[in-house]
């Protein structure tokens, strides 16, 4: 499997990005979906995941209700729309990918990544 994240860049606070994730090598309608984020000094922490069927989201209380996951399997993408973004959202986003619905809250849980997308709000 292979991931590939996109979207990321300079936005001031309160502005909008849409990151994108590209994943091949498989079937990508039987993977669940995660979001995870890095900040510099900081743990890898959870932001949003959707079920392979994408009848299931689950966010981080942080960005809940500014952030929205989805998917695409026409196009085997799936996307993080972020809205109303603040300075403490400035982390480098990955996206990951399971082959199933296990806890999605999880890092461990996650068996591909991708490299990576800088993502800096400004205030």
């Known amino acids: 499997v292979q991931l590939q994240a996109s979207g990321g860049g300079l936005v001031q606070a309160g502005g909008s990005l849409r990151l994108s994730c590209a994943f091949s090598?498989?079937?990508?309608?039987?993977?669940?979906m995660g979001w995870f984020r890095q900040a510099p000094g900081k743990e890898r922490e959870f932001v949003a995941a959707?079920?392979?069927?994408?009848?299931?989201?689950y966010y981080a209380d942080s960005v809940k209700g500014r952030f929205t996951i989805s998917r695409d399997n026409a196009k085997n993408t799936v996307y993080l729309q972020m809205d109303s973004l603040k300075p403490e959202d400035t982390s480098v986003y990955y996206c990951a990918a399971e082959p199933g619905s296990g806890h999605l809250t999880r890092i461990y849980e996650y068996d591909y990544w991708g490299q990576g997308t800088q993502v800096t709000v400004s205030s």
């Open positions: 959707i079920s392979w069927r994408g009848g299931t989201t």
């Open positions: 090598g498989r079937t990508f309608s039987t993977y669940s």
